[in-house]
């Protein structure tokens, strides 16, 4: 029968060495490292060690001395989730690794990119990759459903991709600055100094967000003078000095130029929470709460009544609000919170009122 404390001690230190783990030197991950830190005999460490992949708490790599890794760290540490803890090579585990930041690069932390968002990713690959300078894109849906996150991905994706320098920018205009200044937005936009809108996305994105609150007679000249600005003759790109993409949170047909969207592509609609899966919210309920778990440094679960109120509540601002609910139920369950508890967990008590 084995010695819980000593068990314990073996998977603690597992753990800690994860946390310092690169992928280069493999030594203190072998059972016989282990064993002579612990001051306990290599049979023992190994069978831990064993137990530990046998329960998935760790990850073997069948190398040449076999080697171990604490595997919910290494979750942690690369934000990924291994669906096996066996691998023949070091090598192979880093390519899983290498794959994983190509999916990232491919919207891959957007949750539902291979559901609700399949579509809407597609297109939005389809108008950063597009020859020369990609296409124009509107993205529409309610407050807080990810318009600007989508964005935010295009670009890591074009820069990914090579599409874009490394060096460029995201640019974001925050249109309701300029509902009422018309001659402010055209000086800005043009503008040669280092404010300029132009002159800051030069070789990468610019994101109008809020583009419904622009005026009409704004919208309406808006491709025809960035063609004059951009020094590119008859039209047929205006967009030549950066990619451009533009989000709303209404329809964009009560609300927009007619003119300027019959020169916009691809036009998409992003889903509100409420018509996302199950599924879908489960994940994004995780991902926040991986994020507040990383700011913090503790592990954080969620009780099942807890999570089932996340799920049927109504979001009238959509992921917006969830994450600012998971935060306010965090900071409650942190009250409580001591040293000598391994985790904080949310229970249904810790959740905002309403």
């Not at 310092?20 to 030594?27: F, I, S, V």
């Not at 899966?277 to 507040?292: A, G, N, P, V």
């Amino acid at each position: 029968m084995y010695q819980s404390n000593t068990r314990d001690e073996v998977l603690e230190y597992l753990a800690f060495l994860t946390e310092k783990y690169d992928g280069e030197n493999d030594t203190p991950y072998t059972a016989q490292s282990i064993s002579d830190f612990l001051s306990i005999s290599r049979n023992l460490a190994s069978q831990y060690l064993n137990d530990f992949v046998k329960e998935s708490l760790a990850i073997k790599i069948i190398s040449r001395p076999v080697y171990f890794i604490h595997k919910r760290t290494f979750e942690k540490k690369y934000r990924i989730k291994l669906n096996m803890v066996v691998f023949k090579s070091k090598t192979d585990l880093l390519e899983i690794l290498r794959s994983h930041d190509m999916v990232r690069l491919g919207f891959g932390r957007a949750a539902g990119f291979y559901g609700s968002l399949r579509e809407c990713v597609e297109q939005c690959k389809a108008a950063m990759g597009y020859p020369p300078s990609g296409l124009p894109i509107l993205l529409f849906g309610g407050p807080g459903v990810g318009k600007s996150f989508m964005v935010r991905q295009m670009y890591e994706y074009a820069q990914g991709k090579g599409y874009i320098g490394e060096e460029s920018r995201l640019v974001t205009i925050n249109c309701s600055e300029f509902a009422e200044c018309e001659k402010a937005f055209w000086e800005r936009m043009f503008s040669q100094k280092e404010d300029g809108f132009l002159e800051q996305a030069k070789g990468g994105v610019l994101f109008f967000d809020q583009i419904h609150l622009l005026p009409a007679r704004v919208q309406s000249r808006l491709f025809g003078r960035l063609e004059e600005g951009s020094g590119v003759g008859g039209g047929r790109n205006p967009w030549a000095p950066c990619k451009t993409a533009f989000a709303s949170n209404v329809d964009p047909k009560e609300t927009l130029d007619r003119d300027f969207l019959r020169r916009i592509p691809f036009i998409v609609r992003i889903p509100s929470l409420g018509e996302r899966s199950i599924q879908e919210k489960i994940e994004l309920i995780q991902t926040f709460l991986d994020d507040e778990m990383h700011k913090i440094g503790i592990d954080i679960t969620i009780s099942r009544p807890a999570l089932n109120a996340f799920l049927q509540y109504e979001y009238s601002e959509n992921l917006t609000q969830l994450k600012g609910m998971i935060q306010i139920s965090c900071a409650k369950a942190y009250l409580h919170y001591t040293k000598r508890d391994r985790e904080l967990l949310i229970k249904l008590f810790h959740l905002p009122e309403q």
